[in-house]
């Protein structure tokens, strides 16, 4: 059974840094694609990144361009979401997900078919 855990939240000030970890077990994932989303309270889950498990293009929201990078480790089944320069408005749950979409829906929740519980981020001085 594949399972998704997300680690690495907390508190941070405006302008600091975090980063998220996502670790996968319970499958191969090669041929899949590995996204992070967010949600915020009130408001609807969104697209943050993401990227081909076994490498390739990367694709981010316009909201965290130049600010966040996803990234995979070498061979383990970990993905991180390095979030620098952060903004009060990067405040959510963030999920990571895996599932098999094609570039048009790389950033379509629906296409994703396994995700983790969350892990909270908060950014506030």
């Known amino acids: 059974q594949v399972q998704l855990m997300e680690s690495g939240g907390g508190l941070a000030q405006p302008g600091g840094s975090l980063r998220l970890s996502c670790t996968a077990s319970?499958?191969?994932?090669?041929?899949?694609?590995v996204s992070w989303f967010r949600q915020a309270p009130g408001k609807e889950r969104e697209f943050v990144s993401a990227r081909r498990w076994n490498g390739g293009n990367t694709y981010y929201a316009d909201s965290v361009k130049n600010r966040f990078s996803i990234v995979k480790a070498g061979s383990n089944s970990a993905v991180y979401l390095q979030m620098n320069n952060l903004k009060s408005e990067d405040t959510a749950v963030y999920y990571c997900?895996?599932?098999?979409?094609?570039?048009?829906?790389?950033?379509?929740?629906?296409?994703?078919?396994?995700w983790g519980q969350g892990t909270q981020v908060t950014v506030s001085a």
């Open positions: 319970g499958g191969t994932f090669s041929g899949y694609s």
């Open positions: 997900a895996v599932g098999r979409p094609i570039t048009s829906t790389m950033s379509t929740a629906s296409a994703y078919y396994y």
